[in-house]
């Protein structure tokens, strides 16, 4: 089942109704699938914060203006795994901007780089649906940069994208360049520009401001510079969740043509061998297809699809280059794997293990 699509407006002549019609909850889930999931929502707990909200503020001097460059350094309580040096390979190790006892999850209706068959824009993000009110957290520690409407302030591809937005600048880096977090559409503002937060740290509740259908947070990270342009898949750097006590595990890989060439908006197909010997579909994909400025593939890897929060084992992915490709790739718990589709070759980037 799907989930509707959030978050982005559609394509240059695509009528708001339409879109509205096509991305309906009834629609995409039956009036089954959406009691369920208004009844889902509900169980979760409310835990109480600490943190006394402050006012509402769009200080900052620049949005796009990065800090001094601060001295790298591993956020306090997150543990960075070790398949390759950090500073090769900076990856999985971003706490859940959802906090426990929410929903962790993300929606893999509309993954980062996809448009849906272009029908909608591009994802520069990914999507975490929520009920309204959900508590929002810093996912490592860094400074607010802004924090405020982005009606006046250029965050996306518009005024008024995000509506009410969060933009940290971590205190780590990668590479010798900065790292920024951004998250959207919230519906009210715990934090005020030039304040400094530690992972864990409450910045604002799920809303559905800016251009949003149905509550949920929009979260980018963005490297090098405050940019949306700027954009790297935050599947590749979220930490895989726990889930039933078992660590999940995470994959990357590209689709290319025999020369190389990286192959946007192709289907890749995940699919898995159960207990039984036999291969279920667990997840389908999209390699990117972004905007010709924006690559959205991380600088090591070169990467045009990737996925997280994968249940550990062998999977077998399958994609069209010029013909069907598949290979066999062992995913394990709280690591990255990599596999290569089309080139004829299987070259292990630097941050594959």
Same mark, same amino acid.
């Given at each position: 089942?799907?989930?509707?699509?959030?978050?982005?407006?559609?394509?240059?002549?695509?009528? %708001?109704? @339409?879109?509205?019609?096509?991305?309906?909850?009834?629609? @995409?889930?039956?009036?089954?699938?959406?009691?369920?999931?208004?009844?889902?929502?509900?169980?979760?707990?409310?835990?109480? *914060?600490?943190?006394?909200?402050?006012?509402?503020?769009?200080?900052?001097?620049?949005?796009?203006? @990065?800090?001094?460059?601060?001295?790298?350094?591993?956020?306090?309580?997150?543990?960075?795994?070790?398949?390759?040096?950090?500073?090769?390979?900076?990856?999985? %190790? /971003?706490? &859940?901007?959802?906090?426990?006892?929410?929903?962790?999850?993300?929606?893999?209706?509309?993954?980062?780089?996809?448009?849906?068959?272009?029908?909608?824009?591009?994802?520069?993000?990914?999507?975490?649906?929520?009920?309204?009110?959900?508590? #929002?957290?810093?996912?490592?520690?860094?400074?607010?940069? *802004?924090?405020?409407?982005?009606?006046?302030?250029? /965050?996306?591809?518009?005024?008024?994208?995000?509506?009410?937005?969060?933009?940290?600048?971590?205190?780590?880096?990668?590479?010798?360049?900065?790292?920024?977090?951004?998250?959207?559409?919230?519906?009210?503002?715990?934090?005020?520009?030039?304040?400094?937060?530690?992972?864990?740290?409450?910045?604002?509740?799920?809303?559905?401001?800016?251009?949003?259908?149905?509550?949920?947070?929009?979260?980018?990270?963005?490297?090098?510079?405050?940019?949306?342009?700027?954009? &790297?898949?935050?599947?590749?750097?979220?930490?895989?969740?726990?889930?039933?006590?078992?660590?999940?595990?995470?994959?990357?890989?590209? #689709? #290319?043509?025999?020369?190389?060439?990286? /192959?946007?908006?192709?289907?890749?197909?995940? &699919?898995? %061998?159960?207990?039984?010997?036999?291969?279920?579909? #667990?997840?389908?994909?999209?390699?990117?297809?972004?905007?010709?400025?924006? +690559?959205?593939?991380?600088?090591? /890897?070169?990467?045009?699809?990737?996925?997280?929060?994968?249940?550990?084992?062998?999977?077998?992915?399958?994609?069209? +280059?010029?013909?069907?490709?598949?290979?066999?790739?062992?995913?394990?718990?709280?690591?990255?794997? %990599?596999?290569?589709?089309?080139?004829?070759?299987?070259?292990?980037?630097?941050?594959?293990?």
């Amino acid at each position: 089942m799907t989930e509707p699509r959030r978050g982005i407006p559609p394509r240059t002549g695509l009528r %708001w109704a @339409a879109l509205t019609a096509f991305l309906s909850c009834g629609l @995409a889930l039956g009036q089954e699938g959406c009691a369920g999931r208004a009844a889902g929502a509900a169980v979760h707990p409310q835990p109480s *914060f600490s943190a006394a909200p402050t006012a509402l503020s769009s200080e900052a001097s620049s949005p796009r203006g @990065a800090l001094p460059p601060p001295a790298p350094t591993a956020p306090p309580g997150i543990l960075i795994p070790s398949l390759t040096p950090p500073s090769i390979c900076p990856l999985l %190790w /971003l706490g &859940r901007p959802i906090p426990q006892g929410f929903d962790q999850r993300i929606d893999t209706s509309y993954p980062f780089g996809s448009t849906e068959g272009e029908t909608l824009e591009p994802h520069h993000g990914i999507d975490l649906p929520n009920p309204l009110g959900t508590p #929002v957290v810093a996912a490592a520690s860094g400074t607010v940069v *802004f924090a405020g409407d982005d009606d006046q302030v250029l /965050l996306g591809p518009s005024f008024g994208f995000y509506g009410n937005a969060v933009v940290l600048q971590l205190d780590r880096q990668t590479e010798g360049r900065p790292i920024f977090l951004l998250q959207g559409h919230l519906n009210d503002i715990s934090i005020k520009a030039g304040q400094h937060v530690s992972p864990g740290d409450l910045i604002g509740r799920v809303g559905l401001t800016g251009v949003a259908i149905g509550a949920h947070l929009h979260f980018e990270v963005r490297v090098g510079t405050n940019e949306y342009t700027s954009v &790297r898949n935050p599947e590749l750097w979220l930490a895989p969740r726990t889930e039933a006590g078992m660590t999940l595990g995470a994959l990357a890989g590209r #689709v #290319v043509d025999s020369s190389g060439n990286m /192959l946007p908006g192709r289907t890749v197909t995940l &699919r898995k %061998w159960d207990g039984s010997g036999v291969l279920r579909t #667990v997840r389908y994909l999209t390699t990117y297809e972004l905007e010709p400025s924006t +690559s959205g593939s991380d600088d090591s /890897l070169q990467e045009n699809f990737a996925a997280t929060d994968l249940e550990p084992g062998s999977y077998q992915i399958s994609a069209f +280059s010029s013909k069907l490709q598949s290979a066999t790739v062992t995913v394990k718990p709280g690591k990255l794997s %990599w596999v290569d589709l089309g080139s004829g070759q299987d070259p292990l980037p630097a941050c594959a293990p």
